[in-house]
């Protein structure tokens, strides 16, 4: 790493919500500005049919929002570890195979980054989750190689990854003054991943670090879970989500499961699924619910209630209630989102990502009392009964934070000033 000149290399963390780029340059800050400004690009793509081109991040969700005709992609990163990485789907009346999306969003990034540097880049690294896929080694590795493949076909000849949460690590280790024993919690979109690290300023400049990564782990849980469990437990309800059948069964889940899970959002508006929908209704005991579904898939308006979820997440970070208007689909209709039913909606996620922490820590042989910080990173690290419910864990440490979008960013620069000069 040379400090007296910019890297040869950039960064890369594509995220399931939001991306950033780093560039590593003398006294400037790593972060590049993708869009108006703004160091994040969200990690969208809309397909505009009128005008038949893709657009990207902020733009997209405006055009979308608009009411431009189209197809609307998100969370794009789920696709890795995932099945619908080995079909294709139809976009502006072709078919494009899934993994070329990949290649559409972050061939932007790369253009976006080339065009404020002034200059091409051939040398990345990018960010990865600890795993794709939990506890499925192949499909992880088979998740990292398809994005090794994106990367190279758009023109970057030497491509490494660095765990996300180590470089958000690396990140935070530039502003510490002593050493520090820290659990970087990296509560991504689709990802929670830990970390379990040792730091010093004495060590910034080393290369070789690892030995001062004492663990690594992670579960596949991230903010569009908890916008998921929000949308089931507290909006899907009023769509027929637990209505009973005649038979006194309950009503299929498919259709809300679909509508509260981004990457899936599509699959409710087939022709095949809104003639489920319409024969289902002759079956369910009131069909008050199903009809606002139908009117909602008709409407082609999931990712916009989706939306409403996820701004419902964000809000109930600072208060106490939010109140999503859903007049669109029927006047006079809301839903009421409290934190209390937000806490209980992700209640088993938290468990989950508090047995990965153990588990973490156990693996590293570190007693909890040990550990000095918990270094919260991610875009859903600010979720209060997260923190509250990792901090418990950890009697000693004192939680700080870094930039909840662009701590991981900053580190893969710092990363590839490193790796490639």
């Not at 081109?53 to 979308?64: S, T």
């Not at 909602?296 to 308006?301: C, G, H, I, P």
């Not at 409403?308 to 809000?315: D, L």
Request: net charge negative.
């Amino acid at each position: 790493m040379n400090p007296s000149r910019p890297a040869n290399a950039l960064g890369i963390d594509f995220g399931t919500s939001n991306s950033t780029v780093g560039w590593w340059r003398p006294g400037m800050e790593p972060l590049m500005e993708l869009e108006d400004g703004k160091i994040t690009l969200p990690s969208v793509i809309f397909f505009n049919t009128e005008e038949r081109r893709p657009v990207y991040g902020r733009q997209a969700l405006g055009e979308y929002l608009e009411g431009y005709e189209g197809r609307l992609m998100r969370a794009l990163k789920s696709l890795l570890g995932s099945k619908l990485l080995k079909s294709e789907t139809t976009v502006l009346g072709s078919a494009l195979p899934f993994r070329d999306l990949l290649g559409f969003f972050i061939g932007e990034l790369k253009r976006r980054a080339e065009a404020q540097a002034g200059r091409e880049f051939e040398q990345v690294v990018l960010g990865r989750p600890v795993f794709f896929v939990d506890e499925d080694p192949q499909a992880d590795a088979e998740a990292a190689n398809t994005l090794l493949a994106v990367a190279h076909k758009l023109g970057f000849k030497d491509v490494s990854f660095q765990f996300e949460p180590i470089a958000a690590a690396f990140d935070y280790e530039r502003t510490i003054k002593r050493e520090e024993l820290v659990l970087i919690v990296d509560i991504g979109g689709g990802t929670s991943d830990f970390s379990l690290v040792r730091l010093a300023p004495e060590r910034r400049e080393l290369n070789e670090r690892q030995d001062d990564i004492l663990a690594t782990g992670g579960v596949h849980i991230g903010g569009t879970d908890f916008d998921k469990q929000l949308s089931l437990d507290g909006v899907m309800p009023l769509f027929g989500y637990g209505s009973r059948m005649k038979s006194d069964a309950l009503m299929p889940t498919s259709h809300h499961l679909n509508l509260a899970t981004w990457h899936t959002i599509n699959a409710a508006y087939a022709q095949k699924a809104q003639l489920a929908l319409k024969n289902m209704r002759y079956d369910i005991v009131d069909p008050t619910g199903i009809d606002r579904l139908l009117r909602l898939t008709e409407q082609r308006a999931g990712h916009w209630l989706a939306m409403q979820v996820e701004e419902a997440k964000i809000s109930l970070t600072e208060r106490d209630a939010y109140l999503i208007d859903l007049a669109r689909i029927e006047d006079g209709l809301s839903a009421m989102l409290d934190r209390p039913l937000f806490d209980q909606a992700i209640d088993g996620l938290l468990q989950r990502i508090r047995a990965g922490v153990d588990e973490l820590l156990a693996r590293a042989g570190v007693a909890h009392e040990a550990v000095d910080t918990i270094f919260f990173t991610g875009g859903s690290s600010s979720v209060p009964a997260l923190r509250q419910s990792v901090a418990a864990l950890l009697p000693n440490a004192r939680a700080t934070e870094g930039n909840s979008f662009g701590s991981i960013g900053s580190g893969l620069a710092i990363e590839a000033a490193r790796r490639y000069g």
